[in-house]
Nanobody, 123 residues
Framework: QVQVAESGGDSVQTGGSLRLSCVGS????????TNWYRQAPGKAREFVSS???????TYGDSVKGRFTISQDKAKNTVYLQMNNLEVADTAMYYC?????????????????WGQGTQVTVSS
């Protein structure tokens, strides 16, 4: 069972920066991707960014050019560097660790979620 813990959320002003961290533990021999999602009050959950074991990254359109995802495999930690923050970035940010299914390996598709970390951006 993979455990997920996020940290780094805070209140900042527009144009500021934050770095979120996502620490995973309890990994098996399966392959995992790590994703960041966010959800603002009254809005649907939104994809923010993703990184795979080969460091391939993807970003949601609303954060491209401002957010950077990276990972420290030795620390089992994924970071989300958020620059030039906007009021619209205000949300609860969730780390999701997705277990990739692989036939015959005993690895099934599974999602593991953290409790979230709050980011508030004010003007």
């Amino acid at each position: 069972q993979v455990q997920v813990a996020e940290s780094g959320g805070d209140s900042v002003q527009t144009g500021g920066s934050l770095r979120l961290s996502c620490v995973g533990s309890g990994y098996s021999s399966c392959i995992y991707h790590t994703n960041w999602y966010r959800q603002a009050p009254g809005k649907a959950r939104e994809f923010v960014s993703s990184i795979d074991p080969d460091d391939k990254t993807t970003y949601g359109d609303s954060v491209k050019g401002r957010f950077t995802i990276s990972q420290d495999k030795a620390k089992n930690t994924v970071y989300l560097q958020m620059n030039n923050l906007e009021v619209a970035d205000t949300a609860m940010y969730y780390c999701n660790i997705y277990q990739i299914p692989y036939s015959g390996s005993g690895c099934f598709a599974r999602d593991y979620w953290g409790q979230g970390t709050q980011v508030t951006v004010s003007s």
